[in-house]
């Protein structure tokens, strides 16, 4: 019984942690969003999330070598939309262009490569609630 009630108090806690971590991570991501100028595409914060991914061209984004620059490239905030109506169904929209990489601080990379983590990380949290939305639909 104890072991039960164990891992329900791990799991709330972890919960918890998450959502805190969430609340804050929002926050940050917000303050960036205005940092890099992220504003003179988009006009609206919330407007980001209608994205279905953030990409940036230029610098690494896997955790290994998280923000090492691509020599010979530009430095480049991407966004991919999405239209199901559209013949094409998605493009690329530039959120932010930098020049570049090798000509760009390291500050501003290093904010625009949080951005993109940060952006990820809440975009995925929206897709874990949209799917345990549509697994509803199976619960009888």
């Known amino acids: 019984m104890s072991s039960a009630l164990d891992r329900l108090k791990n799991l709330t ?18 303050e960036l969003f ?16 209608l994205y279905k991914a953030i990409n940036l061209s ?12 691509k020599e010979g490239k530009y430095f480049q905030i991407l ?4 239209d199901k109506n559209a013949t094409v169904k998605s493009k690329n929209v530039s959120l932010a262009y930098f020049g570049r990489v090798e000509s760009v601080e390291d500050e501003l990379k290093n904010s625009v490569v949080e951005f993109i983590i940060r952006y990820r990380f809440e975009k995925s949290f929206m897709t874990l609630e949209h799917y345990n939305e549509m697994l509803e639909n199976f619960i009888k």
């Open 13 to 30: 806690s972890k919960i918890s942690a998450y959502e805190i971590t969430r609340k804050e991570n929002l926050k940050s991501l917000r």
């Open 34 to 49: 205005f940092k890099i100028g992220i504003d003179k595409k988009v006009k609206n914060f919330e407007d980001i999330f």
């Open 58 to 69: 230029g610098a690494s984004l896997v955790q290994e070598s998280l923000g090492e620059i």
């Open 79 to 82: 966004a991919i939309s999405y």
